[in-house]
């Protein structure tokens, strides 16, 4: 690593919404510099063997289609330091001051494009991890459920996006789907619950309440779910359960509790921004990715998401005092 | 082609933008048509040789990148009709009636994703279009500045982009940078105007008024531009430049014309969308890439839009008179 801690930016997060805006940065010949938190770039789509949705590629591992883009970055001159929780951000004099867990070391520098991401609520169940390394454990309905034409998966959770995606699941690709969820009633919009029933019969759908899942077991290769135990919360009964795949839907979490001093927040943790151009409500910084207030959450539109914020520092650099962000002005009164 | 004319969806505009829009819809296993006009996919980007910004692809040529997305969507199942220019898009009793230039077909579908595109404005000068195709004439600075890293090229235009497009080459990559413009006075905003003349010395800008371009001279090879012909529109002499590369700015040029009668259009012809869901003011009706108001004009970005359209889908089909979209609200009172 070079020991240059100033840079005209500093993106903040290395998963495909940071790494697209480094791309745009470093080859806009800004002085780049990706702080990551794992050890390894990536973000979540690492833990993603099978990418068939990305346009471009018809099919590539989660781990390749990474290194490609890390490879883009850094020959474009971007650099990127792993192992780097960023702690605190503030503002001094017109830079921002950026400490990590390294504590010994901050960094400073003109911009920051924020791309922590966000994590799917795991049950950290036995063989939860192991098999979502295997693709057949999902948090994500858009992103799997193809990979199920005509199979059996369960479903686990209790809101509305549980149970809009178990009908989208058992309508559009699936030959049968249980649905277990942990209490007697759904978290859910009635009109959703309704919509579940209403289609329980015609796409053989098995609705299993008050349920909860207690293991996942793979099969003897490890490549496959064997079966998945799951437990009658009011007997305490064991059952298992052949299935193909299991979607866990437990809402997400975004990586964002650190940013509370710099930003406001949404209620849920999510950064709001000018969905046009990236902006947060306060000057020199812009969020990209799973993130973001009103993400699509998709691989193709956090990309997207970081070559827009990247795109914004030309202007940013022209004239720093023209920032001005719709939401912010008109939620609060151009108060931050 | 099958003869099943109605569709779930049907996609205008067979460019990147269209293309991920398919990608999702027949993922999602909705029957999905693209219709497109120029009897090849691909729109814009089969003009560009070289991709090196769309992130995970290191370099990548336009064409190789358009067969990826083809094979891609197309096995999924959706279909490609080429050759087809869509005249008219009427609504009838919850379906939209879709008209091409054959006349003698008509296409149905309940919802509509556009993505015709934009169109560079082209000069036409003798040359242009042969070393567009070489990559030594382009249209866009984001796009293709980094190519002429310690080169000399010439820029055209007098307006916002041509001078700030100017000085971002001149200043981020260009040993030397000759601008013309055949008026005395440029259209752009003052303040940039000042700061291109502020940043001429330095960065060795050489702004020639009141010129045109007259021809661009290819190499004997037909790979490089060998120079280039300019004539001062008061003496008429003619002058030869030797650059690398010719940057046209003459705006865009949205292919939307034909839209009007559908959808309400800005001053410029681009499609007004909230940008988060991409819906357009017309139920049934959303937009991708670049010919939506405020679209980033960036492969990556086109791609992200018709991922976050085709996502729609599926709260559309849940409850189609829930469409409502805050822009056309504001605006226009919810008159359309």
């Not at 948090?139 to 199920?148: K, R, V």
Request: negative net charge.
């Amino acid at each position: 690593m070079s020991s240059q801690t100033h840079y005209d930016v500093i993106i903040i997060g290395a998963g495909p919404a940071g790494l697209a805006a480094a791309l745009y940065t470093a080859r806009d010949r800004y002085s780049t510099l990706l702080l990551e938190k794992n050890g390894l770039p990536g973000g979540q789509i690492m833990l993603t063997e099978h990418i068939e949705n990305y346009p471009g590629f018809e099919k590539v591992g989660g781990f390749e289609f990474v290194e490609h883009m890390k490879a883009q970055v850094t020959n474009f001159g971007a650099q990127i330091v792993t192992n780097q929780a960023v702690t605190k951000i503030t503002r001094d004099d017109g830079k921002f001051v950026i400490e990590t867990n390294h504590g010994e070391k901050t960094f400073t520098t003109q911009a920051v494009i924020l791309a922590p991401g966000s994590d799917y609520r795991q049950l950290n169940l036995p063989g939860e991890a192991q098999m979502r390394q295997a693709t057949r454990v999902s948090y994500c309905a858009t992103c799997d459920g193809a990979f199920y034409k005509d199979k059996h998966v369960l479903t686990i959770g209790g809101g509305n996006t549980a149970v809009e995606d178990t009908v989208y699941l058992a309508t559009r690709f699936c030959q049968k789907t249980t649905m277990i969820h942990r209490r007697r009633e759904f978290r859910a919009q009635k009109v959703l619950v309704e919509e579940l029933h209403a289609a329980a019969k015609e796409h053989n759908i098995d609705v299993k309440l008050p349920y909860v899942p207690v293991e996942i077991v793979p099969s003897a290769d490890g490549q496959e779910i064997d079966h998945v135990k799951i437990k009658n919360v009011e007997t305490q009964a064991v059952e298992e359960l052949k299935v193909d795949g299991v979607f866990i839907f437990a809402g997400m979490v975004p990586n964002t509790k650190w940013l509370a001093e710099l930003l406001p927040l949404d209620e849920h943790g999510y950064i709001p921004a000018d969905p046009v151009t990236m902006k947060t409500c306060t000057p020199g910084v812009w969020v990209a990715g799973d993130c973001r207030q009103h993400a699509a959450m998709q691989l193709a539109t956090a990309t997207g998401d970081g070559v827009i914020a990247a795109m914004g520092l030309r202007d940013y650099f022209r004239d720093p005092s023209a920032w001005s962000v719709q939401p912010c002005e008109e939620e609060n009164g151009g108060g931050y």
